[in-house]
Structure formats: C-alpha cells, structure tokens
C-alpha cells in the first residue's frame, strides 16, 4: 500500500532541509544516483527489503557503497530512511522530492511521446498543445512507443493532447461498433 502522505512528508522534509543547506539540486542528483542504482542491482534491493537484516548491517553496506558518491547529507538521510524502516518507499520518496523539487525551481515537465525518436526542434513545435498552460522553465522528456503508431500524445501534470493514431482508430472502432440502423421501415 502506497503511503503518500507518508511519502510527501519525507520529501519534503528532505527538499526544505536541501534549500536551506543550499543543495537541492546537489540532494537531487544524489537521490537520482541512490535510486538508479537501486533499479539496476537486485540484490541490493532484496537486502535492504529483508527483515531479518540488521539495520547496522544495511547501513554498513549502504555506507560502503555510496559514501564516496553522495553528499554527507543524503547519505544522513538514507540512514534515516534505514533507521525507520522506510527503505521500501526510497524510489517514492525520491519521485515526490523530483516533483517539489522541480515544483521550486519553476520547472515545468512536459513529455511527448512519439512512435519514433523526433528531434529538439519537432519537441519544441510540439509544445504548441500547453504553451498557454506552462509558466516557467520547460523540460521536456521525450518517450518513444511505438504502440501509438503514429502523431503525437504530449502530457504535462494532469492535461493531456493526444493526437496519436492509436487514439484515433479506437475512436473510430466505437463509432462504427454502435449498431446505427433500426429495423422497421
């Protein structure tokens, strides 16, 4: 069960502590590295998830692997996360962060997703569809998937423009699965 409450809290305790030490983008990065290596290593994942590890062991493991790559500070927070038995929601916590962090640097995320690969300046045509809707900076993350078959399907928070073929056809397939003709004259 996802907790977000929970979630958003540690992130955002972690994101107020990071501006007022001056190292947001610094705990952001750090948080990307932990997580990505998370993803990429198994068995790290299952050693931190079991319960019948003791938490000075995971912390030495932690310790040995990231003490040289994150800052002092996050690895202080991961500790934290370890000590509470938090460490089952890391990659939710560091999502959350990216959010608020992104959230405080006036960074708007807009992802576009093509069925093929599209270049910097296609991207930046595309953004016509939430132009009016963005305020500040814009980052946009480029999807491929090839399911769409082709257009476009651009998402930035909750607003969604999908011109996509794939939307198109199912739109169609209702339209002519609805049985129009009546019987009778």
């Known amino acids: 069960m996802r907790n977000t409450l929970l979630i958003r809290r540690y992130a955002k305790a972690f994101l107020e502590f990071a501006i007022k030490n001056d190292m947001a983008e610094q705990g952001l990065a750090d948080l990307e590295l932990l997580t990505g290596t998370l993803k ?52 939710l916590v560091v999502e959350a962060y990216r959010d608020m962090y992104y959230e405080y640097k ?14 910097e300046d296609t991207q930046n045509r595309l953004l016509y569809c939430v132009k009016d809707k963005i305020n500040g900076t814009v980052q946009i993350v480029n999807k491929v998937d090839q399911e769409i078959i082709g257009g476009f399907v651009v998402n930035y928070l909750d607003y969604q423009y999908d011109e996509s073929i ?13 049985n129009l003709y009546v019987k009778g004259y």
């Open 40 to 91: 990429q290593n198994r068995q790290l994942r299952n050693i931190l998830s079991q319960p019948f590890i003791s938490k000075d062991k995971k912390e030495s493991i932690i310790k040995r692997i990231f003490e040289d790559k994150l800052s002092a500070n996050t690895l202080k927070f991961i500790m934290l996360m370890l000590d509470k038995n938090r460490t089952n929601i890391i990659p």
């Open 106 to 119: 006036n960074i708007a995320m807009v992802t576009i997703t093509t069925a093929v690969k599209i270049d």
């Open 166 to 178: 794939r939307t198109k056809l199912r739109n169609l397939q209702s339209i002519f699965s609805d």
